[in-house]
């Protein structure tokens, strides 16, 4: 039998300081604290209170999850709970869901987890799935996977190189902010589907998603939502990408299929 081993929490420290691209000086100036302090904390010559450790996850954007994890490392108990939806407790946060969703209407709207898995979604989303093979839709519904798979959307995506880098670029990116090894994993799955990638956009802002249907072709721009002040894991993770028109003729169409 073997015992994994915690890296100690003035590594971890040390991994998600490099990971912003901070200083160790960086650092202390925006925590307040001294360069000495830090170093010592880093190299396990001093042992940081729990404070300490939740004062510096703080200023380096550390997820809840993983602020948990530093916790740990650090001799003390967690700090963020993990409840699921259907948890009594999480009763107001699905409640903010749906109506966010339903306002949403008649556009698509949906919610998905920190691995981008399918949460739910309101009812237009079905415009978008539509024509997606079935293997592709069976929970858990990946929506990046489902974005860019071969039998999924990607046929009916009128601009494919160019979506396919805007969401290969975003994945990469969380996938380094979060170090999370399942985002490096999606991240080297879709990169290797076929497609072609082109990063530029039409008008240096946004990117848009423009996808064939049998209401014509439709353009739309996505917003993404999230819980900025959760104090729960699973609502901390939770995002809303809402895709809203880009044109008045794909406005005009969703309307009438709403």
């Known amino acids: 039998m073997t015992t994994a081993v915690r890296p100690p929490v003035g590594d971890l420290l040390r991994d998600w300081r490099r990971r912003r691209r901070l200083s160790q000086l960086d650092l202390a100036s925006e925590a307040g604290v001294s360069t000495r302090h830090l ?4 190299t396990g010559r001093a042992r940081p209170s729990r404070e300490m450790v939740l004062h510096l996850a703080d200023r380096l954007e550390v997820p809840l999850r993983e602020r948990n994890v530093l916790l740990l490392a650090a001799g003390f108990a967690p700090a963020y709970g993990s409840r699921g939806l259907d948890h009594p407790d999480m009763a107001a946060v699905s409640r903010a869901l749906d109506l966010v969703l339903t306002a949403y209407e008649p556009y698509p709207a949906l919610v998905v987890d920190r691995s981008w898995e399918l949460v739910t979604a309101n009812r237009t989303v079905a415009l978008l799935t539509e024509g997606a093979a079935a293997h592709l839709l069976e929970p858990p519904v990946n929506v990046l996977r489902l974005s860019l798979h071969p039998d999924g959307l990607a046929p009916r995506i009128a601009n494919l190189p160019q979506w396919r880098g805007h969401v290969l670029h975003r994945l990469d990116r969380e996938a380094h902010l979060t170090g999370d090894p399942a985002l490096a994993a999606l991240h080297r799955e879709l990169a290797a589907m076929p497609g072609g990638t082109d990063r530029t956009t039409p008008d240096g802002i946004v990117v848009p998603l423009r996808l064939r249907t049998d209401r ?8 993404v939502t999230t819980f900025g002040t959760a104090v729960d894991v699973t609502a901390a993770e939770l995002s809303v990408e809402a895709f809203l028109p880009a044109d ?4 005009e169409a969703l309307r009438r299929a709403g």
């Open 39 to 42: 170093s010592f904390v880093e």
């Open 216 to 223: 014509g072709l439709l353009s739309f721009v996505s917003t």
């Open 248 to 251: 008045t003729a794909t406005a």
